[in-house]
Nanobody, 120 residues
Framework: VQLQASGGGLVQAGGSLRLSCAASGRTLSLYRVGWFRQAQGKERESVASISGSGVSTRYAESVKGRFTISRANGENTVYLQMNSLKPEDTAIYYC??????????????WGQGTLVTVSS
């Protein structure tokens, strides 16, 4: 499966952005999808993930209550709605997919990143 992340940009603190992760090649509903981010000089961290059905979601503590992950399986797309953005949310955001993430901890497919910059 090929993943294409988009939707990044420059936004002021307190603003919102919606990232999209569009899949091609296979049906995305077969996979758990995660969003990750990597800020300059820092390690990559998990932001949120969603099960194939969309029933189960997980969030990093730092984004709980501000970010919402959702999926539109009919569109083969997963979204990350980011509200109340903070300068510390500035990073390159990546989406990834895997079909055995909960047992292996491993995502098999990765999209290219999309840059989110939050100005203070």
């Amino acid at each position: 499966v090929q993943l294409q992340a988009s939707g990044g940009g420059l936004v002021q603190a307190g603003g919102s952005l919606r990232l999209s992760c569009a899949a091609s090649g296979r049906t995305l509903s077969l996979y758990r999808v995660g969003w990750f981010r990597q800020a300059q000089g820092k390690e990559r961290e998990s932001v949120a993930s969603i099960s194939g059905s969309g029933v189960s979601t997980r969030y990093a503590e730092s984004v709980k209550g501000r970010f919402t992950i959702s999926r539109a399986n009919g569109e083969n797309t997963v979204y990350l709605q980011m509200n109340s953005l903070k300068p510390e949310d500035t990073a390159i955001y990546y989406c990834a997919a895997g079909d055995r993430v909960l047992s292996t901890g491993k995502y098999d497919y990765w999209g290219q990143g999309t840059l989110v910059t939050v100005s203070s």
